[in-house]
C-alpha cells in the first residue's frame, strides 16, 4: 500500500498531495514526528520536509507523545483526536503511535527548505475525449395517461342483521 505525502507549503499557502511508491516507502519507515527527510522520496530534489503527523489505514491519528507504531486507546482532555469541548471532560480515544510503519497511510509534512522546481506538478495534458453522441430528434414528451379519479365505496353505516 503507496504512502500518501501531504506536503504544507508555508511560501505558497498550498498543500500538495503526492505518492510514495512501494520502493521509496521504506525510506519512510521508523522516522517519527519532527524527523525530517528529503524530498528525493518523492522526486522532489532539493526539498527538506519535516514529518508534523499523519493517519494509519484505519484512520486513527499520529501523536506525537505515544511511542511506537502501534494504536493505543488513551484518556485525552480536548487534544489532537478529541475536539469535545466540556470543561473537564475526559474521553477515551483510539490513537496511533508517532513513528511511521507499515500501517501507516499518510504522513503529513512540511517544507522546511525548498528546492529549484515548484512543489505544484506539471499540467497534465487534457485526455481525448470520444465525440459526444448525436442527441435523438427531440420528440414531444409523452403526456401521462390521465389518471382516474378513485371510488369511494360506500360505507354501510348499519350492518345487515
Same mark, same amino acid.
Given at each position: 500500500?503507496?504512502?500518501?505525502?501531504?506536503?504544507?507549503?508555508?511560501?505558497?499557502?498550498?498543500?500538495?498531495?503526492?505518492?510514495?511508491?512501494?520502493?521509496?516507502?521504506?525510506?519512510?519507515?521508523?522516522?517519527?514526528?519532527?524527523?525530517?527527510?528529503?524530498?528525493?522520496?518523492?522526486?522532489?530534489?532539493?526539498?527538506?520536509?519535516?514529518?508534523?503527523?499523519?493517519?494509519?489505514?484505519?484512520?486513527?491519528?499520529?501523536?506525537?507523545?505515544?511511542?511506537?507504531?502501534?494504536?493505543?486507546?488513551?484518556?485525552?482532555?480536548?487534544?489532537?483526536?478529541?475536539?469535545?469541548?466540556?470543561?473537564?471532560?475526559?474521553?477515551?480515544?483510539?490513537?496511533?503511535?508517532?513513528?511511521?510503519?507499515?500501517?501507516?497511510?499518510?504522513?503529513?509534512? &512540511?517544507?522546511?527548505?525548498?528546492?529549484?522546481?515548484?512543489? %505544484?506538478? $506539471? *499540467? /497534465?495534458? +487534457?485526455? @481525448? !475525449?470520444? #465525440? =459526444? &453522441?448525436?442527441?435523438?430528434?427531440?420528440?414531444?414528451?409523452? %403526456?401521462? $395517461? *390521465? /389518471?382516474? +379519479?378513485? @371510488? !369511494?365505496? #360506500? =360505507?354501510?353505516?348499519?350492518?345487515?342483521?
Amino acid at each position: 500500500m503507496a504512502i500518501k505525502l501531504n506536503v504544507g507549503d508555508a511560501k505558497s499557502k498550498k498543500t500538495y498531495t503526492f505518492e510514495v511508491s512501494d520502493d521509496n516507502e521504506k525510506q519512510l519507515f521508523g522516522k517519527k514526528i519532527g524527523d525530517k527527510f528529503k524530498g528525493d522520496i518523492f522526486d522532489k530534489a532539493g526539498y527538506e520536509l519535516e514529518i508534523t503527523g499523519g493517519s494509519d489505514d484505519a484512520g486513527f491519528p499520529m501523536r506525537h507523545d505515544v511511542s511506537g507504531s502501534r494504536r493505543r486507546k488513551l484518556l485525552i482532555t480536548k487534544s489532537l483526536g478529541n475536539q469535545n469541548n466540556r470543561k473537564g471532560m475526559r474521553i477515551r480515544k483510539t490513537v496511533t503511535g508517532n513513528t511511521i510503519g507499515d500501517t501507516i497511510a499518510q504522513v503529513n509534512c &512540511k517544507v522546511v527548505k525548498h528546492g529549484s522546481k515548484s512543489l %505544484e506538478a $506539471p *499540467a /497534465e495534458e +487534457p485526455k @481525448e !475525449e470520444a #465525440p =459526444a &453522441k448525436e442527441s435523438p430528434k427531440e420528440e414531444a414528451p409523452k %403526456e401521462k $395517461p *390521465a /389518471e382516474k +379519479p378513485k @371510488e !369511494e365505496k #360506500p =360505507a354501510d353505516d348499519k350492518k345487515a342483521e
